[in-house]
C-alpha cells in the first residue's frame, strides 16, 4: 500500500514538472518574439494607400496588432515603387529602403512587382529577375542576417490603362517564384490566398481594411511558422 502512495505522488510530481517545463519552454518562446524587428518593404499596397487611416490599418500597422506587441514592425512601403532599378520609383533609391538597412531587422517582408508591371516600366522587364535578386542577395547581407521573406503580388482584379493588368501580374509572379527558388529564401503566396477574393481590394489593386487584414495574418502565420 505504502509503495502504491509513492508511485502516486512520484506520479504526480513528474506531470507537474512536465507542465512547468512546457511553460517556461512557451515562456522562452514568447521572449524571442518579444524582441523580432519586422520591415515590411514594398510599394503602395504595403504603404496602404487608398486607406483611410494607414497608419493604424495598413496591413504593417495590422500585423503589429496581431502581434499584439511582440513585433515591432516598420510600414516600408512608398507609392509606386518598383523593383526595377530603371524603373520609375525605384526602391533602392528610396529613404524606405535605407530605413531597412538601418533598422537591423530580424525579418524583411519584401512585396514588390506591381509598379513594374505598368507600361513605362514593361519595357525593363527583362531585367526584373536580376534586379530582384540583388535587392534579395543585399538584405541577406545585412549585418542583423535577417530572414527575408519575398512575396507574390496580389491579384489585379481590374486591369488599368497604366498597364497593370492581371495578364502582366502574371508573368511577375512567375519571376517571383522563381527568384524566391533560385535563392532559398522563404515565399509567402498572397496571390493564391486572395485570388477568389475581390471584395477585398478597393479598386482592383489595393487591399481595403479587410483586405489589409487578411495580409497582414498571412505574413503573421508565416513569420510564426519560421
Known amino acids: 500500500m505504502r509503495f502504491s502512495r509513492v508511485a502516486v505522488i512520484f506520479s504526480v510530481l513528474f506531470t507537474l514538472l512536465l507542465c512547468l517545463s512546457s511553460c517556461v519552454d512557451k515562456d522562452q518562446g514568447r521572449g524571442q518574439l518579444a524582441s523580432l ?5 514594398g510599394d503602395s499596397i504595403t504603404y496602404g494607400f487608398k486607406l483611410a487611416d494607414p497608419v493604424r490599418e495598413s496591413y504593417p500597422a ?6 499584439h506587441g511582440r513585433w515591432h514592425v516598420l510600414n516600408c512601403g512608398v507609392n ?30 519584401v512585396m514588390l512587382g506591381t ?57 511577375i509572379n512567375i519571376m517571383v517564384r522563381k527568384i524566391a527558388a533560385g535563392t532559398g529564401i522563404d515565399f509567402l503566396d498572397i496571390y493564391a490566398s486572395v485570388s477568389q477574393e475581390s471584395s477585398l481590394f478597393v479598386d482592383g489593386v489595393h487591399p481595403n481594411v479587410r483586405g489589409a487584414e487578411k495580409i497582414a495574418s498571412l505574413v503573421f502565420n508565416k513569420i510564426s511558422s519560421l
Open 37 to 41: 524587428k519586422i520591415a515590411c518593404l
Open 115 to 171: 509598379n513594374d508591371t505598368k507600361n513605362i516600366n514593361w519595357r525593363y522587364i527583362g531585367e526584373f529577375v536580376d534586379d530582384y535578386t540583388a535587392l534579395v542577395e543585399k538584405l541577406q547581407s545585412l549585418p542583423s542576417k535577417p530572414r527575408v521573406i519575398v512575396c507574390s503580388v496580389p491579384p489585379v482584379f481590374a486591369d488599368h490603362p497604366n498597364g497593370i493588368t492581371a495578364q502582366h501580374e502574371k508573368k
Open 80 to 109: 509606386g515603387a518598383t523593383v526595377l532599378k530603371k524603373g520609375d520609383i525605384p526602391i533602392t533609391a528610396q529613404d524606405a529602403y535605407q530605413r531597412v538597412i538601418r533598422s537591423r531587422p530580424d525579418v524583411v517582408v
Open 62 to 67: 495590422r500585423l503589429g496588432q496581431q502581434a
